[in-house]
């Protein structure tokens, strides 16, 4: 529980100027998921992993979170270490461990009630503003591993996001950079259901033509 707590607070430092964050003795939302090494079946280790979830517990009712909605497809709930108030997440009900692994379809429900759920929330806490973030993968920060949406509520200098503070770079377009245009398009070529429309001419302008 306490390295979990670490790393999450660790990637929210990343992100963060640092504020204080008191310690909990129930940490919902900081709760990690041990990965499975038994010799069991991969629906055995997906029931084994459900079972384990924090997540899947809040969905079954076996763990405890204030929820803010709630249909047939996600599940919306306040963090239980926010970064500001009304910092809530969007998780779906079935278990998908990265965003990666889910199916755009249900991340297009998520995302779909993002409008509603964020201006309910900035109303009700009187923000300004809000960020929307996900963490996928353990590099990223991703501390729970079953896929959710962050809204974070945002005041005007409230001085959350240290990144607001660094001087960014204009993007060099040369060697490097169309090396890098031509590996994602090529990746993006083996992913099932992709359609490539940088080759057809919808009205709209690019940086450089491929």
Same mark, same amino acid.
């Given at each position: 529980?306490?390295?979990?707590?670490?790393?999450?607070?660790?990637? #929210?430092? =990343?992100?963060?100027?640092?504020?204080?964050?008191?310690?909990?003795?129930?940490?919902?939302?900081?709760?990690? !998921?041990?990965?499975?090494?038994?010799?069991?079946?991969?629906?055995?280790?997906? %029931?084994?992993?459900?079972? *384990?979830?924090? &997540?899947?517990?809040?969905?079954?009712?076996?763990?405890?979170?204030?929820?803010?909605?709630?249909?047939?497809?996600?599940?919306?709930?306040?963090?239980?270490?926010?970064? +500001?108030? /009304?910092?809530?997440? #969007? #998780?779906?009900?079935?278990?998908?461990? &990265?965003?990666?692994?889910?199916?755009? +379809?249900? !991340?297009?429900?998520?995302?779909?009630?993002?409008?509603?759920? =964020?201006?309910?929330?900035?109303?009700?806490?009187?923000?300004? =503003? &809000?960020?929307?973030?996900?963490?996928?993968?353990?590099?990223? /920060?991703? !501390?729970? &591993?079953?896929?959710?949406?962050?809204?974070?509520?945002? %005041?005007?200098?409230?001085?959350?996001?240290? +990144?607001?503070?660094?001087?960014?770079?204009?993007?060099?377009? *040369?060697?490097?950079?169309?090396?890098?245009?031509?590996? #994602?398009?090529?990746?993006? +070529?083996? !992913? *099932?259901?992709?359609?490539?429309?940088?080759?057809? *001419?919808?009205? /709209?302008?690019?940086?450089? /033509?491929?």
């Amino acid at each position: 529980m306490e390295a979990a707590q670490g790393r999450r607070l660790s990637v #929210i430092a =990343s992100h963060l100027r640092q504020i204080p964050i008191p310690p909990t003795t129930t940490n919902v939302s900081s709760s990690i !998921v041990s990965p499975s090494h038994c010799n069991s079946s991969d629906s055995e280790k997906l %029931r084994n992993l459900e079972a *384990d979830c924090v &997540f899947c517990k809040i969905i079954r009712g076996d763990a405890p979170a204030l929820k803010l909605y709630e249909d047939d497809t996600c599940l919306c709930f306040l963090d239980t270490n926010p970064v +500001s108030p /009304g910092h809530c997440l #969007i #998780i779906p009900r079935s278990h998908f461990p &990265f965003l990666v692994a889910t199916p755009p +379809s249900v !991340v297009a429900a998520m995302c779909s009630k993002v409008p509603y759920i =964020s201006k309910a929330v900035m109303k009700a806490t009187g923000s300004d =503003s &809000f960020n929307l973030l996900v963490n996928n993968g353990v590099d990223a /920060g991703q !501390v729970i &591993f079953h896929t959710h949406i962050h809204i974070i509520p945002r %005041r005007a200098r409230d001085c959350l996001w240290a +990144s607001e503070s660094l001087k960014r770079h204009p993007l060099k377009v *040369d060697k490097e950079a169309m090396h890098l245009v031509n590996g #994602i398009r090529q990746e993006l +070529s083996f !992913v *099932d259901g992709f359609e490539d429309n940088t080759s057809k *001419d919808h009205g /709209g302008t690019t940086l450089i /033509g491929s």
